[in-house]
């Protein structure tokens, strides 16, 4: 078992940046590929970007690459998401997840879910 929590949501301006931050407790943190995905609103939960065990693998959807940035720190438990140049439709509530094995795109394949951040980019 891992419990993740999420937080460094916010109200932003366009163009503005945030990091979010994901903490995990319980199993060894390295143990576990991991992922950032997030909920517009009205719609269905998506794909946002994805890290391998060691942090040499990572992977992101096409609508924020060159934009955002996951890493991962297993010293201390934390898997970041720096979201840089963000737009209004960048607004949803986001959240980390955690599955044993390699990284993956596919949200059934992810075990645990973390309770998820709003990120808000206003116009």
């Known amino acids: 078992q891992v419990q993740l929590v999420e937080s460094g949501g916010g109200l932003v301006q366009a163009g503005g940046s945030l990091r979010l931050s994901c903490a995990a407790s319980?199993?060894?943190?390295?143990?576990?590929?991991m992922g950032w995905f997030r909920q517009p609103p009205g719609k269905e939960r998506e794909f946002v970007a994805t890290?391998?065990?060691?942090?040499?693998?990572?992977y992101s959807a096409d609508s924020v690459k060159g934009r955002f940035t996951i890493s991962r720190d297993n010293a201390k438990n934390t898997v970041y998401l720096q979201m840089n140049s963000l737009k209004p439709e960048d607004t949803a509530v986001y959240y980390c997840a955690a599955r044993v094995g390699l990284t993956s795109v596919r949200i059934g394949e992810y075990e645990f879910w973390g309770q998820g951040t709003q990120v808000t980019v206003s116009s």
């Open positions: 890290i391998s065990r060691s942090g040499g693998i990572t």
């Open positions: 319980g199993r060894t943190f390295s143990s576990y590929s």
